[in-house]
Nanobody
Framework: QVQLVESGGGLVQAGGSLLLSCAASRSISLYTMGWYRQDPGKQRELVAAITSGGRTNYADSAKGRFTISTDNAKNTMYLQMNRLKPEDTSVYYC?????????WGQGTQVTVSS
């Protein structure tokens, strides 16, 4: 089992940047890690993911603007978000996938003003 705690959300103007962090309670080196976001009344959707081997996958909306990374020495995952748009406003969740078991953080709010 692993506990995940997100941080770094907040209010930013369109065109700005934010760095989200996800601190894990144990090593994440063997997990597939991901960032998801969810709006009220909508399904949670994948933003970006990174495998234990370093392979990354991005939603079309995130490609070219967001970068996912991990620091295994710090048991931390990051999401660097650049050129933010109002439609990026959402609650962002950290996810760790261990075979068929998914662990979630509590979420962090990102609000992008126009």
């Amino acid at each position: 089992q692993v506990q995940l705690v997100e941080s770094g959300g907040g209010l930013v103007q369109a065109g700005g940047s934010l760095l989200l962090s996800c601190a894990a309670s144990r090593s994440i080196s063997l997990y597939t890690m991901g960032w998801y976001r969810q709006d009220p009344g909508k399904q949670r959707e994948l933003v970006a993911a990174i495998t234990s081997g370093g392979r990354t996958n991005y939603a079309d909306s995130a490609k070219g603007r967001f970068t996912i990374s991990t620091d295994n020495a710090k048991n931390t995952m990051y999401l660097q978000m650049n050129r933010l748009k109002p439609e990026d406003t959402s609650v962002y969740y950290c996810n760790a996938l261990e075979i068929s078991i998914a662990y979630w953080g509590q979420g962090t709010q990102v609000t992008v003003s126009s």
